[in-house]
Structure formats: C-alpha cells, structure tokens
C-alpha cells in the first residue's frame, strides 16, 4: 500500500498552522483585518505546498469570482481587438481578469453562454450582442441578478447601460468632410435596415447633404448585411445605375473591402476615380470611433455597477476624423494622392 494521500485545501492549511480556517480564507485574500504577519505566514506555507485556492468553489461560497466576461458577436477586426485590450487594462487595474468568449453572431450561442457566466458568478458582464435576431435572453435577465453593460449594437427595452458610438455624428462628419472636399453624389452602404445605427448613420448623412444645400438621392443609398459580398454587390449596382458617384462612404470594414474590391474590377481606381470613406477602419480615410475609449468607459461602468452605483440609460462616445489617401478633392485643388487601387 502507498502513502496516503492528505487532500491540501484551506482546512488543512488552517489545522497545521493551528489557525482558523476564517483566518486562513482572509490571509489568502488579503483582508485588511488580517495583520501581515499572519499573511506571511500563511503565504509562505501555501507556496511551500504549492497550494492555489479551488476559484470555482471559491466563487460558488462568496457568489464572486474576481472576473468579468466580455461576450463579443465576433472577434475580428481591429475594433473587438482594441476593446479587448482596454478592457483588460481596466480589469487589471480593479483587481480583475476578463475573460473572452464569442458568439460567433449566433443568438442562440450568445444566449447559452451569457447563461453559463451566470451560473459561474460572474461578477459583471460586458455584451457587445449579435446584429439582428432575437435578444429574449438579454430582455430576460434580472438586471439586479445579473450586472451588464451592452456596447455598440442597443437593443431597446432593456434597463442595462448602454456604451456606443454617436453614430449620427459620425455619418455627418463623414459626409461634411467628403462635401468639403468637392463631392456632391455621395453614396451611402448600410447594414441592416432594422438597426439602429442604421438609421443613425443615415440621419447624419442627410443632415450633412441638407445643410450644404445638396439633395438627397434615395438610389444612392443602399442596405445589406455587413460582409464583403453585400459590399461588393452594392457597389456593382450603384457604380453601374449611378457612374456620376465620385465618393463613398461604408458603414463598415467588411463592407468597404468589399466595395474596393467591386471597384478595382470596374476598372477604376481609389481615390483617382472613387473616395472612400468607412467607420471605424485601418485602411481607408475613416471616422473613427474611438474603440478603446468604448471598451474602457464599458469596463469603468461595470465596475461602478459591481460597486453598488445604479446606473441606466446610453453612454455615448464621439467619434472624429482619421485620414488616409482614399479621399480625392474632387474641385481639383489640394493635395496630390497615390492612387491605392
């Protein structure tokens, strides 16, 4: 027969050195009513064994788990890479990790595993949701159980605080900057028509065309889904229905790609023949939504939750100007630009 084998968890470490298991559980979590002297102690005979504290029961006694979730509909392009980097900055700075786990835009993903967070203790999460569909699973959760935050994408009728872009705004500057710049027949490429940044993005649009005194033409507006496909189709159409466009301006980075694409194969070129202009993009001249602000004010608004605060209602964040050569000045003046394409 071997040696036996002596399970080492927090009442083992509490009967060796002849302490309370309560005082052990407060050295391990550097309580201030705890003196440093028994912290010591109590760290040193635990490195010595080479204990870590079981988390998940940890988390299920104290219904804490020391950890925030981050629920993304997709983890590409650089707008989910910099919210993730400022949200774990700020976790790490409140004593938190963030944990990350995508949806892959499928509600019914995003539904199981905002369940499974919560069934983990959680302590808050932030949801960036799926675009379209049904958010049953989020207008359900008890807000007072369940601490989150939506960012980018709001879905109406739930008391949560919301972070995003002023996507009015960023539709107005875009457009303004495009018409300081010459360009009258500007078309517009949306994503869905049921959103609400849809609808934002078009309203600063045609407040842009009304203050220049510049007609709004319904067939230079189009929608579609945000990916490359519904990019290039759109462009194809409005390129071949309406050839006087001279700029365009795309709701997206999959939707741009997908436009510079459809133009490259019509045979003209950026931004020689066609500007363009997306949100929040690396390649194009683009309105910037300022990602690592988002993800930053949605990490410091759960942890003002987290700590009592009650907060509702949109927090929402300017966007500006980022320039690249994709845009023109279509009166003939200004600077020369490459052409990109």
């Given at each position: 027969m071997g040696p036996i084998k002596v399970k080492v968890d927090i009442n083992y470490i509490a009967m060796k050195l002849k302490m309370a298991r309560s005082t052990v559980s407060k050295a391990l979590n550097d309580r201030l009513d705890v003196s440093e002297a028994t912290k010591e102690k109590v760290r040193k005979f635990t490195k010595k064994l080479n204990y870590t504290p079981d988390r998940f029961a940890q988390a299920m006694r104290?219904?804490?788990?020391?950890?925030?979730?981050?629920?993304?509909?997709?983890?590409?392009?650089?707008?989910?890479?910099?919210?993730?980097?400022?949200?774990?900055?700020?976790?790490?700075?409140?004593?938190?990790?963030?944990?990350?786990?995508?949806?892959?835009?499928?509600?019914?993903?995003?539904?199981?595993?905002v369940n499974d967070c919560c069934r983990r203790y959680i302590d808050g999460l932030i949801i960036i949701p799926c675009?379209?569909?049904?958010?049953?699973?989020?207008?359900?959760?008890?807000?007072?159980?369940?601490?989150?935050?939506?960012?980018?994408?709001?879905?109406p009728g739930i008391d949560a605080p919301f972070v995003g872009t002023d996507f009015d705004e960023g539709g107005y500057i875009a457009t303004t900057y495009l018409l300081k710049?010459?360009?009258?027949?500007?078309?517009?490429?949306?994503?869905?028509?049921?959103l609400s940044s849809t609808s934002e993005r078009l309203l600063g649009y045609a407040r842009a065309l009304k203050e220049a005194c510049v007609p709004l033409k319904e067939q230079y507006v189009r929608y579609g889904r945000y990916s490359p496909e519904s990019g290039q189709e759109n462009i194809n159409n409005l390129l071949k229905a309406s050839p006087e466009i001279t700029a365009v301006l795309c709701a997206n980075?999959?939707?741009s790609e997908g436009a510079a694409q459809g133009i490259a194969e019509l045979g003209r070129k950026i931004p020689g023949d066609i500007s363009m202009m997306d949100f929040g993009g690396t390649r194009f001249t683009a309105v910037n939504q300022k990602n690592e602000t988002i993800g930053q004010t949605a990490a410091q608004t759960i942890f003002r939750l987290i700590n009592g605060e009650k907060i509702t209602g949109k927090i929402i964040i300017k966007p500006e100007i980022v320039e690249r050569n994709s845009t023109n000045n279509n009166e003939g003046t200004g600077r020369v630009q490459v052409d990109i394409l």
């Open positions: 104290l219904k804490k788990s020391g950890l925030i979730g981050v629920i993304m509909h997709e983890m590409k392009h650089e707008f989910f890479v910099e919210i993730a980097r400022s949200v774990t900055r700020e976790a790490q700075k409140n004593g938190y990790q963030a944990v990350f786990a995508s949806s892959e835009g499928d509600t019914g993903n995003e539904s199981a595993i675009i379209g569909g049904d958010f049953s699973h989020l207008k359900n959760l008890d807000v007072k159980e369940n601490l989150f935050v939506i960012v980018d994408n709001y879905v710049n010459g360009h009258k027949n500007i078309a517009l490429i949306l994503g869905q028509k049921e980075t999959d939707l």
